[in-house]
């Protein structure tokens, strides 16, 4: 390749980033925007503004409002999402990331997803140190005595937990656990934004687990690591939290999802 070429590939093309900056302009505001509201979040001059807003305009990914006159998402960017979310593989996006995060910590991965009796390991990557315990791809996990599992509980619907909670009344009565305690285990879930578990689903083994969002109203995936609990010291898990939220939030951004 030319130098020239090179040159020209590094520079990229001013104007596309220019209109992509009105695009996620109008993204991130969530709503109908003025044209004074786009200029200043986009540090464009009205008049420059207005110039990539007509053009994005006349090929339909925005569109004006003839009352109100704001602009807003035009129907060539809608049909985009719909068919970019239609392509879109969720777990698969998300499971390149699990490889890094088995060489970073030396530990056990997997990726989980919703399934009709709860959740279920679509993805496994062994680590570098023995577990006494073969997890296959496909394996249901419990909702209670899991991370994965109680982090589900705390994010979906009762509609959709509550049943698997009853098929797995074992579960619940070998964890000697009362309608306050599952509560409570929800609330700690969904403040602290990850669960450790530590000998519930085999002894000997802790788990590690963060949510990863998804755009609309999908339903979430769960990324968790595990390892020996002879090496789950307080500093060990304290940064394997770290990584695993840090992975977690990686994979939600890769699909597609904005925190609130």
């Known amino acids: 390749m030319a130098e020239d070429d090179v040159d020209d590939l590094r520079k990229g093309i001013q104007s596309v980033e220019?209109?992509?900056?009105?695009?996620?302009?109008?993204?991130?505001?969530?709503?109908?925007?003025?044209?004074?509201?786009?200029?200043?979040?986009?540090?464009?001059?009205?008049?420059?503004?207005?110039?990539?807003?007509?053009?994005?305009?006349?090929?339909?990914?925005?569109?004006?409002?003839?009352?109100?006159?704001?602009?807003?998402?035009?129907?060539?960017?809608?049909?985009?999402?719909?068919?970019?979310?239609?392509?879109?593989?969720?777990?698969?996006?998300?499971?390149?990331?699990?490889?890094?995060?088995?060489?970073?910590?030396?530990?056990?991965?997997?990726?989980?997803?919703?399934?009709?009796?709860?959740?279920?390991?679509?993805?496994?990557?062994?680590?570098?140190?023995?577990?006494?315990?073969?997890?296959?791809?496909?394996?249901?996990?419990?909702?209670?005595?899991?991370?994965?599992?109680?982090?589900?509980?705390?994010?979906?619907p009762p509609a959709m937990t509550d049943p698997v909670l009853v098929s797995q009344a074992d579960d619940t009565e070998q964890a000697g656990l009362t309608a306050d305690d599952i509560e409570t285990l929800k609330a700690d879930a969904r403040r602290g934004g990850f669960v450790v578990t530590s000998g519930g689903v085999l002894s000997g083994v802790s788990s590690v687990a963060a949510p990863v969002f998804t755009p609309g109203d999908a339903l979430p995936l769960v990324v968790s690591l595990a390892l020996p609990t002879r090496q789950a010291t307080k500093e060990t898990v304290d940064e394997l939290v770290r990584e695993v939220c840090a992975t977690a939030a990686a994979m939600s951004e890769e699909i597609g999802y904005r925190h609130p």
Do not use: F
Request: proline share 5%.
């Open 18 to 156: 220019n209109a992509m900056t009105v695009l996620l302009t109008l993204e991130e505001g969530q709503g109908p925007m003025t044209l004074t509201q786009i200029s200043a979040a986009t540090a464009m001059s009205p008049s420059k503004a207005h110039r990539y807003l007509v053009s994005l305009g006349r090929v339909g990914l925005i569109s004006r409002a003839k009352g109100s006159g704001l602009y807003d998402m035009g129907p060539s960017m809608r049909r985009l999402g719909a068919e970019s979310l239609r392509r879109m593989d969720e777990a698969g996006l998300a499971s390149e990331y699990l490889p890094g995060l088995r060489d970073r910590t030396g530990h056990a991965v997997n990726l989980a997803v919703w399934g009709d009796h709860g959740p279920v390991i679509v993805r496994w990557d062994y680590g570098s140190h023995a577990l006494p315990i073969t997890v296959r791809v496909g394996a249901t996990m419990p909702l209670l005595s899991s991370s994965v599992g109680r982090l589900y509980l705390a994010h979906l």
